[in-house]
C-alpha cells in the first residue's frame, strides 16, 4: 500500500456528493416521517406491518443502492479490492432490506386476503429484485470470484455499470409508482384539495426523482471516473498478457 | 458530399434500433388501444377530451423525443448539420404534440370544474414540459443559432447530452406515473381483480420502461456514438484555432 501516488479528487465531486448524500437521507426520513404522522407508524405484527414495505424500500433499494453505485466515485485513492468489496457489501445490505420490505408486503396481503402481485407498481417490483439479484450475482461471479479473466472482466464491465444504472433508475421508477399507489388508495378525490399528506408525498416523489438524477449524474461524469492506480495498471497488464498469452513486454 | 469516407455501422446498432422503434411503435397503438376500448375513444369537444393528453404524450414526450435522441446513431454518414436539423425538428414536433396533450387536459379540467396541478404526476409533467423547452433553447442556442464558438459548443455538448437523457426519463417516469392514476381513478379496488383494462395497462407500463432502457442503451453505448467526418474534423480544427487565437499548424 506504500508508495502510491494519491489520485487528486475533482474540485465539484465532493459537493455534488454531498448533496446526493442530503437528497438520500432527506427521503429516507420524510417516509419515516409520512408513516408516522399520516399511517400510523411501523409495526410487523399488527395491522401496521404494510408501513414496514416502503420504508424498507425507501433505505434498500434507493439509499443504499445509489449509494453503492457511488462508491468507486467517493473511493479513489483505496485499494481496487477495498473498493470493490464495500460495493458488493452496500449492495448486500440493499437486497436483505429489500427482502424484509418485499417479506412484509406479501405476509400483510396474506393476513388482509388481498391479491397479491396485479399493480403495476408490483410488477415492475418484482422485475427490478430479480435483475438485482442476478446482477448482483453475475457480479460477484465476474469481480470477486477469482475465476474470471482480465479479459472476460474487461468485456463484461461495460454491461455491468450500464445494468447497475439501469436497475437503479427503474427502482426509483417502481418507488415513485408505489408512492403514488399508497396516495391514491387512500385519498382517492381528496387527494385533489392538497391534502397535507397528499403535498407531502408529492415532495417526497420530486426527491426521490432528485436523487436518482443527482446519482446518475455524478456517475456519468466522464472526468469524475476513478482512475487505475499505478499498481492496478501494472497488474492489468500481467492479467492480460496471461490471459491473451503473449510474453511479457520487456520494461 | 463527395469523396467522404463513409463510416460503418456497427453490427447490432441497427437491430437495436428496429427493436427501439417496435418498441415505441407499439406503445402507441397500444396507448390508442387502451383509450379505444376501455375509455370510449378520443374528441376535442366532449368529455372525450381529455384522452388526448395520454395519446399526445405518449406520441410526443414519448416515442418521438426518444427517436430525437437517437437521430445521432442512426444517420451516421448524412452531414453534421442536416442530423443536427432534424435533432432539433423531432423535438419540435414532440413539444408541438406535447404542447396540445397539455392543453386539452387543462381545458378538460377546467370544464369539469376539476383542480389543476394537485398530483405528482402533474409536477413531474410541468417539470418535464419547462426543462424540456428550456433545453431546446438552450441547445438551438448553442447548436443551431451561428454564434456559438466551438469552444463554448463542445464545452456545453456533455451536459446537453446528460440532461436530454434525464428529460427523457423523467418523461417516462411520468409517463408511467399517469397511467397509474388514470387506471386506479377509474378501477379503484376493481384493479386488484385482473380487470382485462388493468392488465393491458400494466403491460403498456412494462412497454414504456423498456423503450427507456432500449433507448438508454443505444445512447450510451461508447463504441455505437457518431463518428467525426473527416470534413468535421478539419472545420473543428479551423474553429478551434481561430477561437483560441492560435496559429493554425502546417499540415
Not at 465539484?12 to 404522522?37: C, D, E, I
Not at 409495526?43 to 420504508?55: G, I
Not at 417490483?125 to 479479459?151: D, H, K, N, R, T
Amino acid at each position: 500500500m506504500e508508495g502510491r501516488a494519491t489520485a487528486s479528487t475533482p474540485a465539484a465531486l465532493p459537493y455534488y456528493v454531498a448533496f446526493s448524500q442530503l437528497l438520500g437521507l432527506t427521503l429516507v426520513a420524510m417516509t419515516g416521517a409520512w408513516l408516522g404522522l399520516y399511517r400510523g407508524g411501523i409495526a410487523w405484527e399488527s395491522n401496521l406491518q404494510f408501513n414496514v414495505h416502503p420504508l424498507c424500500m425507501a433505505i434498500g433499494l434507493i439509499f443504499l443502492q445509489g449509494d453503492a453505485l457511488l462508491v468507486y466515485r467517493v473511493f479513489r485513492n483505496e485499494a481496487k479490492r477495498t473498493t470493490k468489496v464495500l460495493h458488493g457489501l452496500l449492495h448486500v445490505f440493499a437486497l436483505i432490506i429489500a427482502l424484509v420490505g418485499l417479506v412484509a408486503v406479501f405476509d400483510y396481503h396474506r393476513k388482509k386476503g388481498y391479491a397479491d402481485l396485479y399493480s403495476l407498481h408490483s410488477w415492475c417490483g418484482i422485475l427490478v429484485f430479480v435483475l438485482y439479484f442476478v446482477q448482483w450475482l453475475v457480479g460477484f461471479s465476474f469481480f470477486l470470484f477469482p475465476g474470471a479473466s482480465f479479459s472476460l472482466r474487461s468485456r463484461y464491465r461495460a454491461s455491468h455499470v450500464f445494468f447497475g444504472a439501469t436497475i437503479f433508475l427503474l427502482s426509483v421508477g417502481t418507488a415513485l409508482l408505489g408512492l403514488k399507489e399508497a396516495l391514491l388508495f387512500k385519498l382517492g378525490a381528496k387527494y385533489s384539495l392538497f391534502e397535507p399528506e397528499g403535498v407531502l408525498a408529492n415532495v417526497l416523489g420530486l426527491l426521490l426523482a432528485c436523487f436518482g438524477g443527482v446519482v446518475l449524474y455524478i456517475l456519468t461524469r466522464p472526468d469524475w471516473k476513478r482512475p487505475s492506480q499505478a499498481e492496478e495498471q501494472a497488474l492489468s497488464m500481467d492479467f492480460k498478457t496471461l490471459t491473451e498469452g503473449d510474453s511479457p513486454s520487456s520494461q
